[in-house]
């Protein structure tokens, strides 16, 4: 079944520490994207990428790096630098970006705690 | 900027009531227009779109006219049943690279 897979679902962290987030789609998509989830905030952007070797800054990107050196993976790694990084994590991928009725499909989130 | 307003919750109906979520964008350009339903712990999955003025989405009882003339995309749906609690997400998609703007979302919950 195609899909995108986000691992681990909990992740727990210690301050000061960097972690990296997976997240693997099989559906054949260009764009990749990484949402960040807080309690009555809705979702924000952190990182986009449109195809393989290529992503932009979304609007939460400090303190987050990405990589996409294949197009069915775009891991995310939090760094210490990022000062309130406890929060649900979600990555979606949809068809090249010219399709502008194209959804975009989520993973099944990462929450990611720092002790 | 692109942006996108919904009411805010908790919304909280009986079961068999009726559905109104408001939901108002502002973007340039046409935009197309979704809404995303996230039940607890869970990622965010598409319930129905529309892609151009006028157009109604609609998918398992849920229904959303795209209304150019009010920048609106208000989800209905006739009879609410307790398996709808969840959170509901407006959210547009226009602009050169095509970056969806979500709105804060309304939590839903149905009571028997």
């Known amino acids: 079944d195609g899909g995108i897979t986000q691992s681990p679902k909990y992740l727990f962290r210690k301050e000061g520490q960097n972690v990296t987030l997976s997240c693997e789609q099989n559906l054949n998509h260009d764009a990749m994207y990484w949402y960040r989830q807080d309690p009555g905030q809705g979702l924000r952007l952190i990182y986009y990428?449109?195809?393989?070797?290529?992503?932009q800054k979304g609007d939460i990107a400090e303190g987050y790096s990405v990589s996409r050196e294949k197009k069915e993976s775009f891991p995310l790694t939090v760094t210490s630098a990022q000062k309130n990084p406890t929060a649900f994590y979600l990555c979606?991928?949809?068809?090249?970006?010219?399709?502008?009725?194209?959804?975009?499909?989520f993973g099944q989130g990462t929450r990611l705690t720092v002790v | 900027g692109n942006s996108v307003t919904q009411m805010e919750g908790p919304v909280t109906l009986s079961e068999e009531a009726f559905l109104t979520i408001n939901c108002t964008y502002t973007?340039?350009?046409?935009?197309?227009l979704f809404w995303y339903v996230q039940y607890p712990g869970e990622g965010l999955q598409l319930l129905l779109k529309?892609?151009?003025?006028?157009d109604k989405g609609s998918n398992k009882g849920f229904e959303a006219t795209y209304r150019k003339e009010t920048t609106s995309f208000h989800l209905e749906k006739g009879s609410v049943q307790v398996s709808d609690s969840a959170v509901y997400f407006c959210?547009?998609?226009?602009?050169?690279?095509?970056?969806?703007?979500f709105g804060t979302g309304t939590k839903l919950q149905v009571i028997p």
């Open positions: 990428s449109q195809i393989v070797n290529d992503f």
């Open positions: 973007a340039t350009g046409y935009p197309s």
């Open positions: 529309a892609t151009k003025a006028d």
């Open positions: 979606a991928s949809s068809i090249a970006p010219s399709g502008a009725g194209a959804e975009a499909f």
């Open positions: 959210a547009l998609r226009s602009g050169g690279y095509q970056k969806v703007t």
